[in-house]
């Protein structure tokens, strides 16, 4: 699972918005399932920031914003900016690309809690 969360920071405050996004993921890949995390200033506009967190699973993302300190530091921290998780369908490194097959139900959309539990037929 991939946390991604884009930040529009005023130069003026681009110091305490670092630190504060060091701790973030000083916190976050201190839990387990925390694969990285990555800081980004944007070189083109430098009151654009991005933040990406890579987790093992959505289950090691729902672990990892549970312990208190996340919740006291990472979560405020994070609704400062526009996050979105994302299912990781492929990745590369080497010329090498690895696909992943969808965990998530072609009817995701719509499924709702009485529904079936799992994905009979993945997202493509």
């Given amino acids: 699972m991939l946390l991604v969360c884009g930040f529009t ?3 003026s405050d681009s110091a305490e918005f670092s630190a504060q996004a ?18 980004g200033r944007s ?16 289950v090691a993302y ?10 006291e530091h990472v979560i405020p921290f994070l609704s400062r900016g526009n ?7 492929a990745t590369a490194t080497d010329g090498q690309a ?17 529904d079936a539990s799992g994905p009979a037929t993945p997202r493509a």
């Fill in 9 to 11: 920071v005023p130069d």
């Fill in 22 to 39: 060091t701790r973030a993921v000083e916190l976050l890949t201190a839990q387990p399932g925390c694969v990285r995390a990555v800081i």
């Fill in 43 to 58: 070189a083109d506009e430098p009151d654009q920031w991005a933040l990406t967190v890579e987790f093992t699973s959505v």
């Fill in 62 to 71: 729902r672990r990892a914003m549970s312990p208190f300190d996340v919740r």
């Fill in 83 to 89: 996050a979105s998780a994302y299912e990781i369908l």
């Fill in 98 to 114: 690895d696909q992943r097959t969808s965990v998530v139900a072609a009817d995701a959309a719509t499924a709702g809690p009485r």
